[in-house]
């Protein structure tokens, strides 16, 4: 079973950034996406990646401040957060896309946003 590693998390105010980094063996293989859980709320995805195109997508809310990006040579995505909101607070988490089974879910990393 692949063990994803999110890494990256921190306490930013608003409109500052972060980088979330998932790392996970053989992950260059799969579309990957990146999916967040604030606290009382479902978990929903946020972006994901294509395996082969590298194509991206994007939840609205994220357009234009979320970047999604691949290194399939360090079985690595990345997702740029800039211009974070209240509103992005969450931990997030990566997993394949769709997501691999309920067992597969990492620890995730937390994002705070906070004045």
């Known amino acids: 079973q692949v063990h994803l590693v999110e890494s990256g998390g921190g306490l930013v105010q608003p409109g500052g950034s972060l980088r979330l980094s998932c790392t996970a063996s053989d992950l260059s293989y799969y579309t990957v996406g990146w999916f967040r859980q604030a606290p009382g709320k479902e978990r929903e995805g946020v972006s994901c990646?294509?395996?082969?195109?590298?194509?991206?997508q994007y939840k609205d809310s994220v357009k234009g401040r979320f970047t999604i990006s691949r290194d399939n040579a360090k079985n690595t995505v990345y997702l740029q957060m800039n211009s974070l909101k209240f509103e992005d607070a969450a931990v997030y988490y990566c997993?394949?896309?769709?997501?691999w089974g309920t067992g597969s879910w990492g620890q995730g990393t937390q994002v705070t946003v906070s004045s």
């Open positions: 990646i294509h395996v082969l195109t590298g194509n991206p």
């Open positions: 997993n394949s896309y769709p997501p």
